[in-house]
């Protein structure tokens, strides 16, 4: 069975539901960046070409994952050093991403993990227009969504002010989409739906629950 490293403040349906997929690591909250993002694995790692590389001060490391230069702290954009994703054989960054991390394609966002969910190897959904425009002229398949109704979580659990992203509040694995709350939370419900069915991926959703953007998760 995989390993999956994600926030520790994830709920008990949604623990119960990935532990029948994976061995689950709660990642600890951390002091070093601000509290709404303190637990999530997007921030401290990436998973490139299948590999994990974690940030100096990530909580859980082994001996399998790469070691960046640089930790991650508290202010933009130290925070943001690991926050790349993949899309195919495509690595997508900002000018911010650490120099252990070699990105293909470079972005203004440097939340670039948190602002999209990867749906296959050539397409993903995003809350952010300017990574839509770049991803768009690189022939992957970018759905853009404005989404204002995903919450991000204080150290007590309790919801913060702050506004979450749609990358961070899913999870791809397998055939499965994995969002973290409900379905009717979401603005562009039917979009996603469209979009998740052109690619053969089951919606998976906790009902009447809010969504939670909790920074994905990181499957070894």
Known sequence: ??????????????????????????????????????GHSDIFYTKINGKIIAAPNAEIKTDKFIIGQNKVEKEYPKDVLYNVCQIGNKIIGSKYTDKSIAPDILVKQGYVKCSVAVTSDKSCITSDKGIEKILKQNNIDTLYVEENNIKLLKTDGSISNMKGFIGGATLAFDNKFVLFGDSDN???????????NNYSLELIEFEGLNIYDYGGGIIF
Not at 3 to 19: A, F, T, V
Not at 186 to 196: D, F, Q, S, V, Y
């Open 1 to 38: 069975m995989q390993n999956l490293i994600i926030d520790s403040r994830i709920r008990e349906i949604e623990y119960k539901y990935l532990s029948q997929f994976f061995n689950i690591i709660k990642l600890p909250l951390s002091d070093d960046v601000y509290e709404e993002i303190s």
């Open 186 to 196: 979401l603005a562009n419900k039917e979009k996603i739906l469209k979009h998740l």
